[in-house]
């Protein structure tokens, strides 16, 4: 079985942009030290500036949910919130590659 993915869709308040980047960075250094070895990226959509996609591998299923089980976890993503005006957060499983 491949890793699992995680992927969400983050539709940021205008002109909070760069601070949902520095939120963004903040949350993800945060993760790396609570000992999550998962690479991430944040891309920005170009044709639509206010909507950005995180992406990352993770090793398991067990290792997404005890992430997002962490203390402190649920507060970076509130801080996350007062910048965006939604986001989705999906966990997918690859099913075929090209």
Request: aromatic share 12%.
């Amino acid at each position: 079985m491949e890793k699992p993915y995680t992927h969400t869709s983050w539709r940021v308040k205008a002109g909070k942009e760069k601070e949902f980047v520095e939120r963004w960075r903040e949350w993800v250094d945060w993760s790396h030290r609570e000992g999550l070895e998962a690479s991430a990226l944040l891309l920005h959509d170009l044709e639509s500036p206010q909507t950005f996609i995180s992406f990352g591998p993770w090793e398991s299923m067990t290792a997404v949910r005890s992430w997002r089980a962490l203390a402190g976890y649920q507060e970076r993503v509130a801080r996350l919130r007062e910048v965006v005006d939604g986001f989705e957060p999906r966990t997918l499983e690859v099913v075929a590659r090209g």
